[in-house]
Nanobody, 119 residues
Framework: VQLQASGGGLVQPGGSLRLSCAASGSIFGINNMGWYRQAPGKQRELVATITNAGSTNYADPVKGRFTISGDNAKNTVYLQMSSLRPEDSAVYYC??????????????WGQGTQVTVSS
């Protein structure tokens, strides 16, 4: 299963960005989709996750500013980021887990997309 992330870029503090991540391949079903981020010199951290039933979970630093959503028909997860801060600058990675057509489980990471918040 391959993941293709897009939507990163340079934005001023207080601005917004929308990230997308599309999964492709021999997918039978997806259980969870999520976004993580990694800033220079720091460990990768959870940003937000969503289950196939629509239940969401957010890291405290992004609550109220970021919204995760999913399109099950398109095997795509989105991250709407608003009120961005310089400390949100990082490489953002999407992660998806589920089962392929053979019913074997899979977990895949996207290639990462850079988000830079700076004036």
């Amino acid at each position: 299963v391959q993941l293709q992330a897009s939507g990163g870029g340079l934005v001023q503090p207080g601005g917004s960005l929308r990230l997308s991540c599309a999964a492709s391949g021999s997918i039978f079903g997806i259980n969870n989709m999520g976004w993580y981020r990694q800033a220079p010199g720091k460990q990768r951290e959870l940003v937000a996750t969503i289950t196939n039933a629509g239940s969401t979970n957010y890291a405290d630093p992004v609550k109220g500013r970021f919204t995760i959503s999913g399109d099950n028909a398109k095997n795509t997860v989105y991250l709407q980021m608003s009120s961005l801060r310089p400390e949100d600058s990082a490489v953002y990675y999407c992660n998806v887990d589920g089962r392929v057509l053979s019913r074997r489980p899979f977990a895949s990471w996207g290639q990462g997309t850079q988000v830079t918040v700076s004036s």
